[in-house]
């Protein structure tokens, strides 16, 4: 356990290690999964990629790596520039029909040929364990049961292992992207935050942070908010991941160093939220599976 009083008074932060709360998140995968095979039961997460992008296909072949390590089977579909739109939404609506599949992803960015709204739309609501489609995300706006987005999931769950107070809080999430910012915003008002969501054309993003307890960044733009901007003892959550020319390491949405120097906690890229995406999409997955072996 921390002690995150002492950490909000600023300072020199610490880590919200993801790494390693995703490594904790995924052995609880593995034992869920351990005692539906011991039922029959194997859970399965399909994803539909596109075939000419390799940072997709990295992704997805790290996320099936992590679903078979923690004893689920996993599949994908590789799209091309050929792929009409009619054989990418079959397939979806064929995995929507096969009761061996628990959990499908449509990794974004589908190839432009293809209306990638439409390809989540054809996806059943029981499925999307990414928790991106409309009726997901219309879920999470009612404040009914449903599957949450696994990326601010994954934010929220790394708070909350870190016992990290939300309640009462002022959240700003940089972004409004329908895959992380609005639904990481609608999850921390869930938990009480008052939240202020900030985008390209918001004037004065140094002035709002300042009165931020807890900052998201979910705005593709690397090292973009610096430590001047914060308010002491802040939370900082850094959802980005930038590949920058000539840089070795991929870097955030934040500048570590300055950040870290003002705030309370802080997400490192990598090894923050990107892990726990994953988890908490397997988590998801293991839900359905679960759902699935109790309805039939
Ligand atoms: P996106 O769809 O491009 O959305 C970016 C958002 O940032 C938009 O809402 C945009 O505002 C806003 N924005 C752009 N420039 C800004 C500025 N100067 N000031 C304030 N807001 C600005 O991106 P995304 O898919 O949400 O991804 C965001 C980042 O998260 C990327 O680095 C991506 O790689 C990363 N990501 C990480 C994970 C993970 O698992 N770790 C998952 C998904 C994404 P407008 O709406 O006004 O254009």
């Given amino acids: 356990m921390w002690d995150t009083r002492s950490r909000m008074t600023g300072g020199s932060a610490g880590i919200l290690d993801g790494k390693a709360v995703s490594s904790l998140l995924r052995s609880q995968v593995a034992e869920r999964v351990a005692v539906l095979r011991a039922r029959g039961v194997v859970p399965r997460i399909e994803a539909v990629v596109a075939a000419q992008d390799p940072a997709s296909l990295a992704y997805v072949r790290m996320k099936r790596a992590w679903a078979e390590k923690a004893g689920m089977e996993s599949g994908s579909f590789e799209v091309t520039a050929d792929t009409p739109q009619a054989v990418v939404v079959d397939r979806v609506r064929s995995l929507n029909a096969d009761p061996g599949v628990h959990g499908v992803l449509v990794q974004h960015p589908l190839p432009g040929h293809l209306d990638e709204a439409a390809v989540l739309e054809a996806l059943a609501v029981e ?25 601010p999931l994954g934010i929220v769950r790394l708070l909350d292992h870190y016992e990290v107070p939300l309640e009462g809080r002022h959240a700003v999430v940089v972004g409004r992207s329908n895959i992380l910012g609005k639904p990481a915003a609608l999850m921390l008002l869930e938990r009480n935050c008052t939240v202020t969501v900030a985008h390209s054309r918001t004037r004065d993003l140094a002035g709002l942070l300042a009165t931020a307890d807890l900052v998201v960044a979910a705005v593709g733009r690397p090292e973009l908010i610096r430590g001047e901007w914060l308010k002491p003892g802040a939370v900082v959550v850094d959802a980005g991941y930038n590949k920058v020319p000539g840089r070795e390491k991929d870097v955030g949405d934040c500048h570590f160093e300055s950040c870290a120097a003002v705030a309370s906690w802080i997400t490192p890229v990598p090894g923050g939220v990107g892990p726990m995406t994953v988890a908490c999409l397997l988590a998801n997955t293991v839900d359905a599976a679960e759902a699935a072996a109790m309805a039939g």
């Fill in 127 to 151: 499925k999307d364990v990414d928790g991106i489609t409309v009726a997901s995300l219309g879920r999470l706006t009612a404040g009914e049961q449903g599957f949450r987005a696994a990326t």
